[in-house]
């Protein structure tokens, strides 16, 4: 009598009863074979995915991203939500509301003038400010808001740098629960030291989000500061569930990928790695975005998919 191999008829094949080492290696037989399947369905959902792309550009450029198929706008906190100015002036987000594009990320979280590290930090200013940014970006469906900020949280000469970790954990603890009412994700951004002396990579950005553990308080990966500062692909599987936005410029003058070539397919196979589902923004210096936009487009699609081959 021919038996199928089930779990459950194992035990009867070929006519005999197995032995309870048998028994014990069909069963690790199967639940790998299982496992297997599973992680290979996971591999090939993720591999699937490309990220949406956007830009960072002006709200009234957003015509010449819908022209060039672009997914999404992201343009500053102070542009899209003016949180310094009061709400008779903001008019319910009129300008973000008539963009030809989705708004979907808005950076340059604080201004300089507040400061988030140094003798004048103003906890309960910071608070207040943010609250007003996270209620305007709730009123227009705009989910996360990229802290950079380099000019806000540059420690002032003098001041300990401990000190100042401290004090942006601090931050951080009061700011994402308030993201969090508002559904927002704040992602936080590595800076290099030529635009900022405080959190220049990725993996300080890690120590500090693991330091304020919220599930909205996650990181912006910018693969062009990451470059500057010579950071390993490698950081971002370390980063891993963290990781939640990403920025993209290349190497030298911070121009649109594909003008000069730089290759982003160490990073991209990062991404793929921890099976990132979030988006891209080019963040970059364009020369000529009409000419520069589907050349980025073509460039960021074409090794993406090379990164998988290579995976």
Same mark, same amino acid.
């Given at each position: /009598?021919?038996?199928?191999?089930?779990?459950?008829?194992?035990?009867?094949? #070929?006519?005999?009863?197995?032995? +309870?080492?048998?028994?014990?290696?069909?069963?690790?037989?199967?639940?790998?074979?299982?496992? %297997?399947?599973t992680s290979a369905g996971i591999c090939s959902a993720q591999?699937?995915?490309?990220?949406?792309?956007?830009?960072?550009?002006?709200?009234?450029?957003? +015509?010449?991203?819908?022209?060039?198929?672009?997914?999404? &706008? #992201?343009?500053?906190?102070?542009?899209? %939500?003016?949180?310094? #100015?009061?709400?008779?002036?903001?008019?319910?987000?009129?300008?973000?509301?008539? +963009?030809?594009?989705?708004?979907?990320?808005?950076?340059?979280?604080?201004?300089?003038?507040?400061?988030?590290?140094? @003798?004048?930090?103003?906890?309960?200013?910071?608070?207040?400010?943010?609250?007003?940014?996270?209620?305007?970006?709730?009123?227009?469906?705009?989910?996360?808001?990229v802290f950079g900020s380099g000019a806000s949280r540059k420690?002032?000469?003098?001041?300990?740098?401990?000190?100042?970790?401290?004090?942006?954990?601090?931050?951080?603890?009061?700011?994402?629960?308030?993201?969090?009412?508002?559904?927002?994700?704040?992602?936080?951004?590595?800076?290099?030291?030529?635009?900022?002396?405080?959190?220049?990579t990725v993996k300080e950005c890690i120590e500090v989000a693991?330091?304020?553990?919220?599930?909205?308080?996650?990181?912006?990966?910018?693969?062009?500061? !990451? !470059?500057?500062?010579?950071?390993?692909?490698?950081? &971002?599987?370390?980063?891993?569930? %963290?990781?939640?936005?990403?920025?993209?410029?290349?190497?030298?003058?911070?121009?649109?990928?594909?003008?000069?070539?730089?290759?982003?397919? @160490?990073?991209?196979?990062?991404?793929?790695?921890?099976?990132?589902?979030? /988006?891209?923004?080019?963040?970059?210096?364009?020369?000529? /975005?009409?000419?520069?936009?589907?050349?980025?487009?073509?460039?960021?699609?074409?090794?993406?998919? #090379?990164?998988?081959?290579?995976?």
């Open positions: /009598m021919a038996y199928k191999t089930t779990p459950a008829t194992f035990f009867f094949c #070929q006519g005999r009863v197995l032995c +309870s080492r048998e028994k014990h290696w069909i069963y690790h037989l199967v639940f790998a074979s299982l496992l %297997l399947l591999s699937k995915h490309f990220p949406q792309l956007g830009v960072c550009a002006d709200l009234n450029q957003a +015509s010449l991203l819908k022209k060039h198929g672009y997914a999404f &706008i #992201q343009p500053t906190v102070a542009e899209a %939500l003016l949180p310094l #100015q009061p709400d008779s002036i903001f008019k319910s987000g009129e300008k973000v509301r008539k +963009s030809e594009v989705p708004v979907l990320a808005a950076n340059v979280f604080i201004p300089g003038s507040i400061k988030t590290t140094g @003798p004048e930090v103003d906890e309960a200013k910071i608070a207040a400010y943010a609250t007003t940014v996270f209620q305007r970006a709730r009123t227009l469906d705009i989910p996360i808001i420690i002032p000469d003098g001041f300990s740098k401990d000190a100042a970790f401290k004090q942006f954990v601090s931050i951080g603890k009061r700011l994402a629960p308030i993201a969090a009412q508002y559904n927002i994700v704040l992602a936080l951004e590595s800076q290099n030291k030529e635009e900022c002396n405080f959190l220049n693991r330091a304020v553990d919220h599930p909205n308080y996650k990181i912006c990966v910018d693969i062009y500061h !990451m !470059m500057r500062e010579n950071e390993p692909a490698s950081i &971002i599987a370390e980063a891993g569930s %963290l990781v939640y936005h990403c920025d993209i410029g290349e190497k030298a003058t911070r121009s649109a990928p594909g003008v000069a070539g730089d290759d982003f397919i @160490p990073y991209f196979k990062a991404f793929q790695k921890i099976g990132y589902k979030g /988006m891209i923004a080019l963040e970059c210096r364009f020369k000529d /975005m009409d000419a520069e936009l589907p050349l980025a487009a073509k460039t960021i699609r074409k090794q993406w998919k #090379q990164a998988l081959q290579q995976r």
